[in-house]
């Protein structure tokens, strides 16, 4: 069972995923405000965190920012409003999942397992020391350090970012449907659509600035990341 911090100005949100947690074996640990769960989290091990995003002193994403700077704990956002740029914006910054003001407590609870499920299997691509390069080191990739250059400037992504585009590099010039991404990404239990893959392809391409490209969209499909230059 999991230690689950639940971070919302209203008493009436934690009272209620509490009721459920707490039902489903779980403990909880509750906070009125992105600076309290800040403050929590420095004190605590928790195995996930249910924040929202508009709340006083600090703000979901300011918190989760804030959090991402010490901790990789699993983080599923909610919010009132779905927004896509509210969704970019946590995806960016390492959100592992976004719930949708008003929200079935039940599939709330889904969401947890779901998301503890991938978080126990990471890192999921490769666990043996692996690099792999284009352009003569243009873009190098090592996957087993995690760690991502652009032109000798290491750029930073959010795990997903990470796992997307190793996972595209070790399957190059191969036609990805969105259903396998999904599957062997996210993971066959994956609780979301295919306009999560879509918004962290949106992420990874921004990331990759001029090798942004290399990721074809095929129409109807899926993804195809070329490894050579188009032309």
Known sequence: MYNILVVDDEVRIRSIVRKYAEFEGHTVV??????????LCRTNDFDIIIMDIMMPELDGFSACREIRKFS?????????????????NGFSIGVDDYVVKPFSPKELM????????????????????????????????????????????????SPKEYELLFYM??????ALSRE???CDVWGYDFYGDARTLDTHVKLLRKSLGRYADRIVTLRGIGYRFEKNEKG
């Open 180 to 182: 396998k991404l999904i």
């Open 110 to 157: 889904m969401r947890v397992e779901a998301v503890m499920k991938r978080a126990s299997r990471v890192p999921k691509v490769s666990e043996e020391h692996n690099i792999i390069e284009l352009d003569d080191g243009g873009l190098r990739a090592d996957i087993s350090a995690r760690i991502v250059y652009i032109d000798g400037e290491r750029v930073e992504m």
């Open 72 to 88: 990789q704990v699993p983080i599923i956002m909610l919010s009132a409003r779905a927004d896509e740029y509210d969704k970019i």
């Open 169 to 174: 590099l070790k399957n190059h010039d191969i």
């Open 30 to 39: 509750e906070a009125a405000d992105g600076m309290s769960a800040l403050s």
